[in-house]
């Protein structure tokens, strides 16, 4: 579905995404969300990695690769031929942003790195995302989330205590890379204005893994040690996390010694739980939650979940059910927020396929989804014609050299 982007923040912003996976792809999905064209350079016979993983959508694309390419084209070149090489280098003169994650010294040899497009294109802003710095001895391995999340103690800080290290149920520093090089790329933008030159910015998953540590991996430099892992509950409040009622599992946080006061006394009927001078404080909580978890435990465990969550509401306590994922996706309040759409698809039985809205609103108005994910090369004619201006012909003959 197409819309006008003219009154987005980043229209006129033309994005030439030669990124694959997800890192790269997050990024440029961020862009094109927010208003840019983006132009994805896929290669003409099996495209993005991502287009054969997990569940099968259409003929090209899959449920992985919709999640993170919709708002943008579809243009398949074969890099490797001087060709596809020449072709990209002219798209890269048109653009603002180039996004690219290939191996170290990749993008140098296909003729596609930042000193050979910025000299044609100066206000070029050009985004390299690897797996370590670009600088240091490691900078030619290759960047995978999994082995990011171990090496940069994420997978340490997961999990119950005992059991061995777990990885995020998503690919966390991927995401993570991807929406930190997008924020980069935005700054550098605005910066533009300023000075009419663009900038060479350098991402590593292993450096934006390592700041996703937050407040963990700063307790584990001031206690010279790794902080214990608590599962569902919060390493420094108590009670918070997920707990069981009599029917199924519920989340309670409660954030200060006030609330605490309330859900002993007005949600589990525990007012001597409340008095305890163990537990009095945040602090005196934590250092004692070996002893009044079980108690809060036993409480929870005896009272159905909806008279528990009624209780918490009314005590001003935060809490919630715990949704299965499709759930959350058809619950009442994703749809009345719009966060999951429809959109036209020729090649699925029903002729739509579901895809997430951008979590942006400006001025009360969410971002829209103005193209579904493509399907494999299906920009390629109009890109190559609207963009660079190439006639059929032309085209035609890159398609039967394999080019495009």
Not at 68 to 83: C, I
Not at 195 to 210: K, V
Request: glycine share 10%; proline share 6%.
């Amino acid at each position: 579905m197409q819309t006008d982007t003219r009154t987005l923040p980043l229209a006129g912003v033309r994005v030439l995404d030669l990124s694959r996976i997800l890192a790269g792809p997050w990024s440029g999905m961020v862009l094109g969300d927010l208003g840019a064209e983006v132009i994805k350079v896929e290669h003409p016979d099996r495209g993005d990695d991502t287009r054969d993983w997990g569940v099968r959508v259409g003929d090209t694309e899959t449920a992985y690769f919709n999640s993170v390419n919709r708002n943008k084209r579809s243009v398949t070149l074969d890099l490797q031929t001087p060709e596809g090489q020449r072709i990209a280098q002219d798209l890269a003169k048109t653009c603002d942003v180039v996004i690219q994650n290939f191996r170290f010294g990749g993008a140098e040899k296909l003729g596609l790195g930042y000193e050979t497009l910025s000299r044609e294109n100066p206000r070029l802003i050009y985004c390299s995302i690897s797996g370590y710095d670009r600088t240091g001895p490691e900078a030619s391995r290759p960047g995978y989330d999994l082995v990011v999340q171990g090496e940069a103690g994420l997978m340490a800080m997961n999990g119950e205590a005992g059991q061995p290290p777990l990885k995020f149920g998503i690919a966390a520093v991927d995401l993570f890379t991807g929406m930190y090089s997008a924020q980069a790329m935005l700054a550098a933008l605005f910066e533009r204005e300023r000075t009419g030159r663009g900038r060479h910015i350098e991402m590593a998953l292993f450096d934006c893994g390592l700041m996703i540590t937050a407040y963990y991996g700063l307790e584990a430099l001031l206690q010279g040690e790794d902080p214990p892992r608590y599962g569902n509950a919060h390493p420094s409040i108590v009670p918070y996390g997920v707990f069981d009622a009599a029917d199924g599992p519920l989340v309670i946080t409660v954030g200060n010694n006030s609330q605490y006061e309330r859900f002993c006394r007005d949600v589990i009927e525990r007012p001597d739980l409340a008095d305890d001078e163990r537990f009095k404080t945040n602090i005196q909580r934590a250092h004692n939650r070996a002893e009044l978890l079980p108690e809060l435990t036993r409480e929870l465990r005896s009272r159905p979940r909806a008279l528990l969550l009624e209780r918490l509401a009314r005590a001003g306590i935060p809490c919630g059910e715990v949704a299965g994922l499709r759930e959350a996706l058809l619950s009442e309040r994703a749809s009345a927020a719009g966060l999951v759409t429809t959109q036209p698809h020729p090649r699925t039985e029903s002729g739509t396929v579901p895809v997430l809205a951008p979590p942006w609103r400006f001025d009360g108005e969410r971002m829209p989804v103005r193209r579904a994910p493509p399907q494999l090369g299906e920009g390629t004619r109009d890109v190559l014609q609207s963009v660079l201006g190439m006639s059929d012909a032309a085209i035609g003959a890159l398609k039967d050299k394999g080019v495009i």
